[in-house]
């Protein structure tokens, strides 16, 4: 199994640029999480899904836009980059049991100049 | 709302000594807790998992406690080596399949 994989590692944008951050899981995981963590900081919760079809809004959503077409895949779009989306984006997935264990992805480091 | 706070935020150490990590959390309705390590520019490595009704989780040399009612946690890592050094993110969840809530972490140095 790879787990939770994230592509791309880094990338650089200009303002008002747009992009999609990749996420994929191979473990039949039902619930995705896409988390952002800014220097010093602790991850902060941007959207998450229950299953394909379904997405949740978390802590901070704006500037950003999700879908769930299928278990595996969990993108994350950035329409009109800005600065204050400077930081590391965090995939993480878990299981629809009962210990609600997250497994991350190695995270994509998105730089917005 | 959910609050997860870790002190201290930096911690440096002799190598060989034992040590606390303090994770607090001000509502003790929590389903679960995990610990993760998260080494410079890299992702989070789940160390361990406690669930509500647990009151401790061992992996080798940690040791990770739970006391719901008083909301606290504590990471307990044995004979401290260099290889240790990282940093160190307590995340509560408030109920099963819910997202996590992320204290900032404490960073830990490990010196030879």
């Known amino acids: 199994n790879a787990g939770v994989t994230q592509t791309p590692k880094f990338r650089i944008l200009k303002i008002g640029q747009s992009m999609t951050l990749q996420c994929t899981q191979d473990m039949n995981h039902n619930y995705m999480y896409w988390y952002r963590q800014d220097p010093g900081m602790g991850l902060k919760l941007i959207y998450y899904?229950?299953?394909?079809?379904?997405?949740d809004k978390g802590e901070v959503p704006n500037g950003y836009n999700v879908s769930r077409s299928t278990t595996e895949d969990f993108p994350l779009r950035l329409e009109l980059a800005a600065p204050s989306q400077t930081s590391v984006y965090f995939c993480a997935s878990s299981s629809s049991g009962t210990t609600n264990e997250q497994f991350f992805g190695p995270g994509t480091r998105l730089t917005v100049l | 709302k959910q609050e997860v706070t870790q002190i201290p935020a930096a911690l440096s150490v002799p190598e060989g000594e034992n040590l606390v990590l303090n994770c607090s959390f001000t509502d003790s309705a929590i389903y679960n807790l995990q610990w993760f390590r998260q080494d410079p520019g890299k992702g989070l490595t789940s160390l361990l998992l406690i669930q509500s009704s647990q009151r401790e989780q061992t992996s080798g040399r940690l040791n990770a406690s739970l006391d719901k009612s008083s909301g606290r946690s504590t990471l307990y890592i044995a004979a401290s080596q260099p290889g240790d050094s990282a940093t160190y993110l307590c995340a509560v969840g408030v109920g099963g399949n819910t997202p996590l809530v992320f204290g900032k972490g404490t960073r830990l140095s490990v010196i030879a």
């Open positions: 899904s229950v299953g394909a079809g379904i997405t």
